[in-house]
């Protein structure tokens, strides 16, 4: 299987940790009268091993999991590892004109959520970074994150853990038809529980090819 190959990462900048976690604070729900999801929440850094997060969406994607890669290997050059971040990065990659740059580009520390389940425990839910987590898996690293307590609980993210964990997600180069991404805690409007992070930080989170069935309501 071949890869586009990576381009030349030009520049970056730091994100304070306390501008960050303040930016956070400021993160809406998509629906309910779009609340602050955070503003009482306690927000702190961790360092853990990426098995002991439980994954919410069924798949990972090939090609982005091998950018993630090559970002890993491309900041390791500068001395910055990026799956031990505090506070976050901005960056900017070389286009296909010799003064064409692309960014700012921004990466965070994964967002987990201390999550109930319909099993009555609690988990630490991956809500943004699936493809960070499972590339500092691949390469047998800590990582940090970014964990969420005290959620209300009667906005929880909108869907469930994977049953079977990290042994259930599939390594796909692209989604067929009428795949099933997440088991959404409510299929009749499941994005209104969605944690809108790229209006605190625009481009964090990349928009995906819709797949999921008909009956399945945004």
């Not at 990972?60 to 950018?67: A, K, S």
């Not at 898996?137 to 800590?142: K, N, P, Q, S, T």
């Not at 795949?179 to 209006?199: G, I, P, S």
């Amino acid at each position: 299987m071949t890869h586009p190959q990576p381009r030349q990462l030009v520049r970056y900048e730091h994100i304070p940790e306390a501008d960050l976690l303040e930016r956070l604070k400021r993160t809406r729900l998509q629906g309910h009268g779009q609340p602050l999801i955070y503003e009482s929440a306690t927000l702190e850094y961790l360092r853990i091993d990426p098995n002991l997060l439980r994954p919410a969406q069924h798949y990972v994607l090939t090609e982005d999991v091998q950018t993630i890669l090559h970002l890993h290997d491309a900041f390791q050059h500068h001395g910055v590892d990026i799956f031990s971040l505090r506070g976050g990065l901005h960056f900017w990659l070389q286009g296909e004109g010799e003064d064409d740059l692309e960014g700012p580009i921004p990466l965070i520390p994964p967002i987990i959520e201390e999550s109930l389940e319909p099993d009555g425990t609690t988990t630490l839910l991956i809500c943004d970074g699936m493809h960070r987590v499972y590339a500092a898996r691949l390469r047998g690293a800590l990582i940090n994150v970014i964990v969420a307590r005290g959620v209300p609980r009667q906005y929880p993210y909108y869907a469930f853990a994977v049953p079977g964990g990290w042994d259930a997600v599939q390594y796909l180069t692209h989604f067929p038809e009428g795949f099933v991404k997440k088991r959404y805690r409510d299929e009749q409007h499941y994005k209104a529980l969605f944690r809108d992070f790229n209006a605190i930080l625009p481009g964090v989170q990349k928009q995906r090819k819709q797949t999921n069935p008909r009956h399945l309501t945004p």
